[in-house]
């Protein structure tokens, strides 16, 4: 059997990727797509411990509503950025600076 | 199907349903293979959502990602949360992103340009700087790695994780059912625009 280390250690490697992806990346999709990678990778996480500590299943019913949550934020940002290409005709990030100033 | 499942130790066999899962006959290299398949591919799904220009191989990696990942709850006895993985991430939220995706047509692709460039990357480098440092943490109790433990042959059934939402996870579980409603509402309230934008010209009435 795999030790958890390594899952722990590829969770980690994927939320620095997103995370960086979401910093460096302004095209607003491209964020809202790197938030979900961050969310995936702390699934992982909380599976993997899960595997380790298996008394109980509260790390998968926690990511359970991880996912609930990611679908919620997934409509909503979608929606935003309709509602801001419809206003600036761009996807962006930095043209959004209505409240610059 | 089922033997391949039972070597990489995914479900427990048949005759000792009862008692906890063994070690596979054939060593952990199954396993360890299987582990890095899906690790290289997740990777790599990752690195092509932030780093591809296009979106929509933006989409397709974040697909990949996320059928690897599932790949991966299989291998920890997690089949519910693999199951809800693949339906709720890839059949709703990448198809999602596909259809705004599309709805911008060629909009959706940015041109790159150099504005901003310093403090973008410095903050990319100091968050990379501080997941080296955790990575690092990490690799230092990697001397000695923990095994996990034995289990039961419900571990991760949709059976017991029914029983723990539907009795000490009630509460949150209908909470998030108001979070979804509400989402949906402040989606649909977002994306029409105000005083509704589009009922004037006629497409909603």
């Known amino acids: ?101 | 199907m089922l033997n391949l499942l039972l070597l990489l130790d995914i479900v427990p066999g048949p005759a000792n349903a009862a008692a906890p899962v063994p070690e596979t006959p054939q060593g952990p290299w199954m396993g360890f293979a299987y582990f890095g398949f899906c690790a290289v591919l997740a990777v790599v799904g990752a690195i092509a959502t932030v780093a591809s220009p296009n979106p929509i191989r933006g989409a397709m990696g974040l697909l990949l990602m996320i059928i690897s990942i599932a790949g991966l709850f299989l291998a920890l006895h997690a089949q519910f949360i693999a199951a809800i993985q693949v339906i709720v991430y890839a059949g709703a939220i990448v198809v999602l992103f596909l259809f705004v995706i599309m709805l911008l047509g060629s909009d959706a692709q940015t041109p790159s340009d150099q504005r901003g460039r310093i403090p973008r990357f410095g903050a990319a480098a100091l968050f990379a700087g501080l997941g080296l440092a955790a990575l690092t943490l990490l690799g230092r109790t990697m001397a000695k790695p923990k095994l996990p433990g034995d289990i039961g042959s419900d571990f991760g059934s949709i059976d017991a994780i029914g029983k723990v939402l539907f009795t000490d996870m009630l509460v949150p579980f209908e909470i998030s059912s108001a979070l979804l409603i509400v989402a949906v509402v402040g989606a649909i309230a977002v994306a029409r625009g105000k005083h509704g934008e589009l009922a004037e010209k006629g497409a909603v009435k």
Do not use: C, W
């Open chain 1, 1 to 101: 059997m795999i030790p958890v280390e390594y899952y722990v250690g590829l969770s980690a490697i994927l939320f620095l990727i997103g995370g960086i992806g979401f910093l460096v990346r302004r095209n607003v999709l491209v964020a809202l797509m790197s938030i979900e990678v961050m969310l995936n990778a702390t699934n992982l996480a909380l599976v993997a411990f899960n595997r380790q500590h298996a008394q109980a299943h509260t790390g998968q019913v926690l990511s359970f509503f991880v996912i609930a949550v990611a679908a919620a934020e997934a409509a909503v940002g979608l929606a935003i950025v309709l509602a801001f290409f419809r206003l600036k005709r761009t996807v962006r990030s930095d043209e959004a600076d209505l409240l610059r100033n």
